[in-house]
């Protein structure tokens, strides 16, 4: 299904960030986006969705707020 699509969102938890090898897997996964193109464009992107902000840092990889263009829109 990853290759088949332009686009891949690649959910992950704190059981991946947290395992015995949570950095390399998730290095893992942000280089195989990386490597197809699947990063910094809609619809596209590794995110982590831990429950507190900022446990791990700037989850955004590479789509910061101020950079994401039209999904964040200002409120009016």
């Known amino acids: 299904m990853f290759a088949a699509t332009p686009a891949a969102i690649t959910a992950f938890s704190q059981g991946v960030n947290q395992s015995s090898a949570g950095t390399d897997k998730v290095n893992a996964i942000i280089n195989c986006h990386l490597a197809t193109g699947r990063i910094g464009k809609p619809g ?12 791990m840092g700037g989850r955004e990889v590479g789509g910061f707020v101020e950079h994401a263009g039209r999904a964040h829109r200002p409120a009016r």
């Open 44 to 55: 596209a992107g590794p995110f982590s969705v831990t429950g507190q902000p900022n446990a």
